[in-house]
């Protein structure tokens, strides 16, 4: 069935960097847009990073640019999430999510379980 | 980027009754705005897409209305299983924004 997992997650150092990744399965994951979303502790959701089905088209929040660096792995159906210089206020729970075409619609309509980022 | 303005923040309701939740747009977003469902530990779950369109397997009794600026999302007849957060999400803009999301409580 589709499916999104991720991994990498951890407890982090401020300053350090991590590494999350996301497997998909279950659909052709070369012809769709993905998403990094996460949510802080008690938070709301937060757009992270955007990039497009080819991997040449990367838009990132203002909280992350300069810092995160988001890429694929058409040939393995791998999302990255290379994340450097971590904050405290990057603590959350990571989510990978595919933007789906719904009669026309885009609309993000998979998401992975998310893995968690503390950093401390 | 788009702020989405959701409310309320919580709400206690009991089996069988109808609930309503508001998000409002910063600038108008035509009609993409769609809704999830939440529960602990969970992926968000899809309910429905622009605005109005019921996601394939989701019950009637989840609606949703609005257009512009303004949306609401309608549980008529609360069931157990509907006790969970929900929020909204635009698709107007790359740079998608969320509502801060609303948790449905047993009264």
């Known amino acids: 069935q589709v499916q999104l997992v991720e991994s990498g997650g951890g407890v982090v150092q401020p300053g350090r960097s991590l590494r999350l990744s996301c497997a998909a399965s279950?659909?052709?994951?070369?012809?769709?847009?993905m998403y990094w979303l996460r949510q802080a502790p008690g938070k709301g959701l937060e757009w992270v990073a955007f990039?497009?089905?080819?991997?040449?088209?990367?838009y990132y929040a203002d909280s992350v640019k300069g810092r995160f660096t988001n890429s694929r792995d058409n040939s393995n159906n791998t999302l990255y999430l290379q994340m450097d210089s971590l904050r405290v206020e990057d603590t959350a729970l990571y989510f990978c999510?595919?933007?789906?075409?719904?009669?026309?619609?885009?609309?993000?309509?998979?998401w992975g379980q998310g893995t968690l980022v503390a950093v401390s | 980027d788009i702020q989405m303005t959701q409310s309320p923040s919580s709400l206690s309701a009991s089996v069988g009754d109808s609930v309503t939740i508001t998000c409002r747009a910063s600038?108008?977003?035509?009609?993409?705005l769609n809704w999830y469902q939440q529960k602990p530990g969970k992926a968000p779950k899809l309910l429905i897409y622009?605005?109005?369109n019921l996601q394939s397997g989701v019950p009637s009794r989840f609606s949703g209305r609005g257009s512009g600026t303004d949306f609401t999302l309608t549980i008529s007849s609360l069931q157990p299983d509907d006790f969970a957060t929900y929020f909204c999400?635009?698709?107007?803009?790359?740079?998608?924004?969320f509502g801060q999301g609303t948790k449905v409580e047993v009264k």
């Open positions: 279950g659909f052709s994951f070369s012809s769709y847009v």
């Open positions: 999510a595919r933007d789906g075409l719904i009669r026309g619609h885009a609309v993000i309509d998979v």
């Open positions: 600038q108008s977003i035509t009609i993409h």
């Open positions: 622009a605005a109005s």
């Open positions: 999400l635009q698709s107007y803009s790359i740079r998608r924004t």
């Open positions: 990039i497009s089905s080819d991997g040449s088209n990367k």
